[in-house]
Every structure is written in C-alpha cells, then in structure tokens.
C-alpha cells in the first residue's frame, strides 16, 4: 500500500469516527436531556464526544490541505 493510499484511508477513517462521535454526542446529550443515560457512553459527557469529533476533523482538514498543496506541485513544477 503506497503512502497516498495509507493516507487517504486514514483522513477517510477519521471522518467517518468524527461524524459517529457528533451523532453519539447527540445521542448522550438527547437522553440527558429526557432525564436518561446510556451506560456506554457515560465514561465522557456530550460535550467531550464533540471536541474529539473536532478534533479529528482538523486532522482530516490538514491532510486534505497537504493533499492540494501537493496536486499544485504537480501542476506547476
């Protein structure tokens, strides 16, 4: 597997987490809301499922910039 390949794997796993955690985010802060709480997502509050989605998704936004960065190369040598 080249390096792009990896790379590109990577910003598309980090994606998809990031979306899974916004909607568990959701989720736990729905049900604290309705007085409930979902055992499994007790250990972080909503709150903490959002900076972890944001985070991810500055990864995902720097290697996406990388991945420009380099098609401009390749364009203009």
């Not at 597997?1 to 910003?11: F, L």
């Not at 916004?22 to 979902?38: D, S, V």
Request: hydrophobic fraction near 60%.
């Amino acid at each position: 597997m080249t390096c792009e390949k990896m790379i590109s794997v990577v910003s598309r796993l980090f994606f998809f987490a990031a979306f899974v955690l916004l909607g568990l985010g959701i989720i736990q802060r729905i049900a604290i809301g309705a007085g409930y709480t979902i055992m499994l997502l007790d250990r972080f509050s909503a709150g903490r499922f959002l900076e972890i989605a944001a985070i991810l998704l500055v990864f995902v936004i720097a290697i996406q910039i990388r991945e420009i960065r380099q098609e401009f190369k390749k364009r203009n040598p």
